[in-house]
């Protein structure tokens, strides 16, 4: 059993397949991590990013470890923590520039399919799960919100974390993120055909769970019948 959770940045996706994996214990693939690690990688050998044929090689390459623990998925990139610094503002940046590029998607392709075992359930978070990656999966979730409740999200959690803020850069940098990802050639963010579209823009993550857990029931019921 395959969940795809698709939609764009900050609309909670993390969050909600957090909720999900622990509400069914199925296994989590965040692919949003290995276009991060990817950019990463690519930043600190000093590869030009715009390159496809390097950057795609050194997704091919990644060394990369997934660590479950008590507060969340720990992720290692050469043997080394990287949980905090993948989710950097300018690493968002560099992985959507990656993301656009059609053989560092191909390199990860299968990647992200080997996070599917036999008989283990799997909740897979991303802009392209369900239309790409796990065509073939019977629940599709789009989880969406507006830019702006998006910005005044990311806002909150900078100012929460007491690091400094720009909030019309903010926004500058969510729109301008959608449109690559929306508008990029290869796996564009669109909802699956067969998705079920959710918008958080005036939902607490609670009544997001709650309605992505009785979309999830009732499209089993149906695969079931
Ligand atoms: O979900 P995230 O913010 O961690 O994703 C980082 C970037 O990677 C984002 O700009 C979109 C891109 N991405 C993608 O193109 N396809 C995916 N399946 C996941 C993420």
């Known amino acids: 059993m395959i969940i795809t959770v698709d939609g764009p940045s900050g609309a909670g996706k993390g969050t909600l397949c957090q909720l999900l994996a622990k509400h069914t214990g199925f296994a989590l693939l965040d692919s949003g991590a290995l276009y991060r690690l990817t950019a990463l990688a690519a930043l600190r050998k000093g590869v030009d990013l715009s390159c496809e044929e390097q950057v795609a090689n050194i997704a091919l390459g990644l060394?990369?470890?997934?660590?479950?623990?008590?507060?969340?998925?720990?992720?290692?990139?050469?043997?080394?923590?990287?949980?905090?610094?993948?989710?950097?503002?300018?690493?968002?940046?560099?992985?959507?520039?990656?993301?656009?590029?059609?053989?560092?998607?191909?390199?990860?392709?299968?990647?992200?399919?080997?996070?599917?075992?036999?008989?283990?359930?799997?909740?897979?978070?991303?802009?392209?799960?369900?239309?790409?990656?796990?065509?073939?999966?019977?629940?599709?979730?789009?989880?969406?919100?507006?830019?702006?409740?998006?910005?005044?999200?990311?806002?909150?959690?900078?100012?929460?974390?007491?690091?400094?803020?720009?909030?019309?850069?903010?926004?500058?940098?969510?729109?301008e993120r959608d449109k690559r990802d929306t508008e990029r050639k290869t796996s564009p963010l669109i909802p699956a055909d067969d998705a079920i579209l959710l918008d958080s823009t005036s939902m607490d993550i609670n009544a997001v769970f709650e309605q992505a857990l009785s979309a999830v029931q009732a499209q089993q019921a149906i695969v079931k019948a």
């Open 63 to 175: 060394e990369i470890h997934f660590k479950p623990t008590e507060e969340g998925v720990q992720v290692w990139l050469a043997g080394q923590d990287v949980s905090r610094q993948i989710r950097e503002e300018h690493i968002g940046m560099a992985a959507s520039k990656v993301a656009a590029l059609t053989p560092v998607r191909t390199a990860l392709l299968i990647r992200q399919r080997a996070f599917a075992v036999d008989g283990q359930g799997l909740i897979a978070d991303g802009r392209d799960m369900g239309t790409v990656v796990f065509k073939e999966a019977k629940v599709k979730l789009f989880l969406t919100a507006s830019a702006q409740e998006r910005a005044r999200r990311r806002i909150a959690q900078l100012e929460q974390a007491k690091l400094q803020v720009d909030p019309e850069q903010i926004l500058r940098d969510i729109q």
